[in-house]
Nanobody, 116 residues
Framework: VQLQASGGGLVQAGGSLRLSCAAS????????MGWYRQAPGKQRELVAV???????GYADSVKGRFTISGDNAKNTVFLQMSSLKPDDTAVYYC???????????WGQGTQVTVSS
């Protein structure tokens, strides 16, 4: 599976951005897609995930501000980020988990910078 992420950028605090991640290849084996982020000097952390059945999960720090959604027809997942804070500044990575083979795939990171 290949993942192509896009949509990062620079935004002021309180603003919004939308990230997109398109999957290609063996997409029929995908069971979940999600977004992680890594800020300088910090560990990579889960931001949001959406399962193939539509169930979603969010980090506490983004609940109520971020929304993950998917377009199954286009094998694409979106992360709508609102009320952005400087603490949201990080490189955001798209991730997918497949069953056959059981594997974790990562897209290239996209930088999100929130200025105060």
């Amino acid at each position: 599976v290949q993942l192509q992420a896009s949509g990062g950028g620079l935004v002021q605090a309180g603003g919004s951005l939308r990230l997109s991640c398109a999957a290609s290849g063996r997409v029929n084996s995908i069971i979940s897609m999600g977004w992680y982020r890594q800020a300088p000097g910090k560990q990579r952390e889960l931001v949001a995930v959406i399962a193939s059945d539509g169930n979603t999960g969010y980090a506490d720090s983004v609940k109520g501000r971020f929304t993950i959604s998917g377009d199954n027809a286009k094998n694409t997942v979106f992360l709508q980020m609102s009320s952005l804070k400087p603490d949201d500044t990080a490189v955001y990575y798209c991730n997918t988990v497949t069953t056959v083979p059981p594997f974790d795939y990562w897209g290239q990171g996209t930088q999100v910078t929130v200025s105060s």
